[in-house]
Nanobody
Framework: QVRLVESGGGLVQAGGSLRLSCAAS????????MGWFRQAPAKEREFVTD????????RYADSVKGRFTISRNNARNTVYLQMNSLKPEDTAVYYC??????????????????WGQGTQVTVSS
């Protein structure tokens, strides 16, 4: 069973930065596509970004493009989310997810097989 553990969330002022980490164990991390999703109170979970198993391909939601960067270190079984120029609307619980698919065709949450427990990010204005 794959276990994903997020860390790095917290409270930050608007314009600030945070770096989230997601450590994986129990599976073959290097073969999984990885994604980050977020869920704000009373809202649906939404796609933020994803990265292919080899790190060569990434996608971003329009709302975070140019501010967030996803990366991975397969030797450390870890995926990262660098978040810059944070805005109050980025406030949410952030989840990392792993997909066993060779190709993740869409940005739907249903593409992913394993999920972490989430880490809270709060951006104050």
């Amino acid at each position: 069973q794959v276990r994903l553990v997020e860390s790095g969330g917290g409270l930050v002022q608007a314009g600030g930065s945070l770096r989230l980490s997601c450590a994986a164990s129990g599976g073959t991390f290097g073969s999984y596509a990885m994604g980050w999703f977020r869920q704000a109170p009373a809202k649906e979970r939404e796609f933020v970004t994803d990265i292919s198993w080899d790190g060569d391909n990434t996608r971003y939601a329009d709302s975070v493009k140019g501010r967030f960067t996803i990366s991975r270190n397969n030797a450390r079984n870890t995926v990262y989310l660098q978040m810059n120029s944070l805005k109050p609307e980025d406030t949410a619980v952030y989840y990392c997810a792993a997909s066993r698919s060779i190709v993740v065709r869409t940005t739907a949450a249903s593409e992913y097989d394993y999920w972490g427990q989430g880490t809270q990010v709060t951006v104050s204005s």
